[in-house]
Each structure stands twice: as C-alpha cells, then as structure tokens.
C-alpha cells in the first residue's frame, strides 16, 4: 500500500499593516498636529503657524514650532519625540507626550 501525500493549500491571511507603519508608529504630520494641539493645552494660548520636523534621526524626530514675522523668526518650543510612542522633551528638558489630549 502507497501513501499518498496531497498538498493542502490554506489560505493566506495578508496584515494590510506595512511593517514600516508597524516600525515607525506616527507618522510626521501626525505627530506635528500632536504637538500643536499639546502647545495650546500646555501653554493656553494659539498654537504657532509653522510647526515642522526640523530633523530625525532613526524613531528620534525634533518638532519646530515658530512664528516667522519677515523680518525674524521667533521660536515657541522645540520638541524631542520618540516616533513610535509620542513621548519625549521640549526644549526646557520636560518629559513631554504628545498623546495626551
């Protein structure tokens, strides 16, 4: 008597979840509207016009928040984040998460 061995196909099940997304967890423009938002609950006042990733290196991104007035430009806050959990320091050293609403 032979055995027989047949191929079983199963199905395949696909994350629709890259695993840049997974790796990376915010996105920039994610985490710039974070911080605008966590500006004016910090601060109580309008968050400034211009809020952008100055640098990143690896999941470490700098936020820039600043009011360009023509002739200078005024910087309100700078902060550190981790990309994956939001969470970092401004420019004063504080502990920070952008987070929290």
């Not at 990733?53 to 902060?79: K, P, R």
Request: with cysteine; aromatic share 10%; hydrophobic share 35%.
């Amino acid at each position: 008597m032979a055995i027989v061995f047949l191929p079983i196909f199963l199905p395949t099940v696909f994350n629709t979840s890259s695993k840049d997304e997974i790796a990376t967890g915010y996105t920039n423009d994610q985490l710039c509207e974070m911080a605008r938002v966590y500006y004016e609950a910090v601060t109580g006042s309008k968050a400034p016009e211009n809020v952008v990733v100055d640098s990143e290196n690896g999941n470490q991104i700098s936020i820039w928040l600043y009011q360009d007035f023509g002739d200078h430009v005024a910087t309100m806050d700078w902060y550190t984040v981790d990309r994956t959990t939001g969470r970092g320091t401004n420019t004063k050293g504080d502990i920070i998460d952008l987070t929290v609403e």
